[in-house]
Each structure stands twice: as structure tokens, then as C-alpha cells.
């Protein structure tokens, strides 16, 4: 198991992490991670991407498509679009939406949005949101994934 080191905003350690072999150990994907670098630079393009889907509903897919994509493009996707559906929808149900202007009511794209995210300290509403897209994510990836811990 590898394990990450945990720091603070100074640079100092505040604790470390262990790390899943079966989710952080896998052989990167070389077609998902292309697919997922070109749609993240067109969504810089197209000033979308802080507004369109939540950071960590499009991190989990890009997570579940590392563990079950192809590594050929012959090779079936079913599998991988079957879990990335499941992904989307239990997200989708369990917050109500996958995007950022539903899910926090203000546009982070904007300054009048983000200064509506700071007045309102939105950032713990997206710091839960990030947690349990992660646990769905991890879930679908492995059923034996660990749980994630609920507090910090």
C-alpha cells in the first residue's frame, strides 16, 4: 500500500494517509487519461469549466474510467460506461444535481458568484459533496473499497 503524506497550507506534515492498492495501485489507463486531459482543456475553452459539472463528480468519473477503462480501443466499454452511469446517476440522486450553479446557487465563474461562495462559507458544502462523490466512486470501482471517514 503506498502512502501519501498529508501537509498544511505552511508546508509542514500533519499526517499521512495509506492508500488502496486496488485503487491508487492500477496501471494508468493511457486512453482514459487522454480522453480526460482533452476534455478538461475543452472545457477551459469553452468557460465551462467551473460552472458545468462538480469537480468531484467529474474527478470520480475520470477515477472510475482509470480503473475499468480500455487500455485498447478494441477492447469492450460496456463495463467501464455501465459503473460511469451508475456514477452519474446515484450523484445526481444523492445531491439532487451534478452541477455547481444548482448545488451552491451561485456561479463560480463570476465574481459576484464566488464572492456569494465566500459570504457563505460554501466551502465546507463542497468539501461534503467532494467526500461522498469519492465513497460512490470507490464503491463502484471496488465493492471492497474502505469506507471514508465522515469527519475529519
Do not use: W
Not at 502512502?3 to 488502496?20: A, F, H, P, V, Y
Not at 460511469?84 to 463570476?110: K, M
Amino acid at each position: 500500500m503506498a502512502t501519501l503524506t498529508i501537509r498544511k497550507n505552511d508546508g509542514s506534515q500533519s499526517g499521512s494517509l495509506e492508500l488502496q492498492d486496488g485503487v491508487f495501485g492500477v496501471e494508468p489507463n493511457a486512453n482514459c487519461v487522454r480522453a480526460a486531459v482533452a476534455q478538461y482543456m475543452a472545457n477551459q475553452r469553452a468557460g465551462t469549466h467551473a460552472t458545468k459539472m462538480r469537480g468531484a463528480v467529474s474527478g470520480g468519473v475520470l477515477a472510475i474510467s482509470l480503473v475499468t477503462g480500455r487500455n485498447d480501443p478494441k477492447e469492450p466499454r460496456e463495463e467501464n460506461h455501465r459503473r460511469v452511469r451508475a456514477f452519474l446517476s446515484e450523484c445526481e440522486g444523492t445531491f439532487g444535481s451534478t452541477h455547481c450553479e444548482r448545488l451552491l446557487g451561485c456561479r463560480l465563474d463570476t465574481p459576484e458568484g464566488m464572492r456569494f461562495f465566500k459570504e457563505n462559507n460554501l466551502r465546507e458544502k463542497c468539501r461534503l459533496f467532494s467526500r461522498e462523490a469519492a465513497r460512490i466512486a470507490c464503491r463502484l470501482m471496488d465493492e471492497t473499497a474502505p469506507q471514508i471517514p465522515t469527519t475529519r
